[in-house]
Antibody, heavy 118, light 110 residues
Framework: QLQLVESGGGLVKPGGSLRLSCAAS????????MSWIRQAPGKGPEWLSY????????YYADSVRGRFTISRDNAKNSLYLQMSNLRAEDTAVYFC???????????WGQGTLVTVSS | QSVLTQPPSASGTPGQRVTISCSGS????????VSWYQQLPGTAPKLLIY???QRPSGVPDRFSGSKSGTSASLAISGLRSEDEADYYC???????????FGAGTKVTVL
């Protein structure tokens, strides 16, 4: 069955970097746009980024543009989020999700926790 | 401050109908499809409604969505205890070139 599994979260100091991964299975990964979303403690989801099926089209939220980079490796069925210059306000659970044809996020992973603290 | 506005809470007794509103603008709801997500405590959000009123397979028909102008609504009929969750609306925003979420509505089953 369809599965998305995030990894790479952890504790990082302000100004530090972290790379998240999302392993996809159970569907043809290379056919779908993919997305990263985060959710800070007690808050609603915040969309961060989309990447097209081939990787040529990318969108970012203003809050992370210039600091975060989304990428994918279709040969490895994997999605990535490179995060740099991390701030305390980046502390959240980070989810990867598959995007449907009208931007809906139709399947989500279980999330990985990123904590930015000194 | 979320781009999409939802009431923070809604409640009903078992069997009742509950409606959640989501207000936006021409740059998001007014010109694009709305989706709704259900988040049970401690779990990832789950797609409940897409393209304003379509249900993914497996979502009960007690859940329905609608859109009119720059507003959308999610209705839960025949409310059940397992419907107690947070519900979020979302849409693409052409001005922001990004996906925007509402702040969420917590549904309580009394």
């Amino acid at each position: 069955q369809l599965q998305l599994v995030e990894s790479g979260g952890g504790l990082v100091k302000p100004g530090g970097s972290l790379r998240l991964s999302c392993a996809a299975s159970g569907f043809t990964f290379s056919d779908y746009y993919m997305s990263w979303i985060r959710q800070a403690p007690g808050k609603g989801p915040e969309w961060l980024s989309y990447i097209s099926s081939g990787g040529s089209t990318i969108y970012y939220a203003d809050s992370v543009r210039g600091r975060f980079t989304i990428s994918r490796d279709n040969a490895k069925n994997s999605l990535y989020l490179q995060m740099s210059n991390l701030r305390a306000e980046d502390t959240a659970v980070y989810f990867c999700a598959r995007a449907g044809s009208t931007w809906e996020l139709d399947n989500w992973g279980q999330g990985t926790l990123v904590t930015v603290s000194s | 401050q979320s781009v999409l506005t939802q009431p923070p809470s809604a409640s009903g007794t078992p069997g009742q109908r509950v409606t959640i509103s989501c207000s936006g603008s021409n740059s998001n709801i007014g010109g694009n499809f709305v989706s709704w997500y259900q988040q049970l405590p401690g779990t990832a959000p789950k797609l409940l409604i897409y393209r304003n009123n379509q249900r993914p397979s497996g979502v009960p028909d007690r859940f329905s969505g609608s859109k009119s102008g720059t507003s959308a609504s999610l209705a839960i009929s025949g409310l059940r205890s397992e419907d107690e969750a947070d519900y979020y609306c979302a849409a693409w925003d052409v001005k922001l070139s990004g996906h925007v979420f509402g702040a969420g509505t917590k549904v309580t089953v009394l």
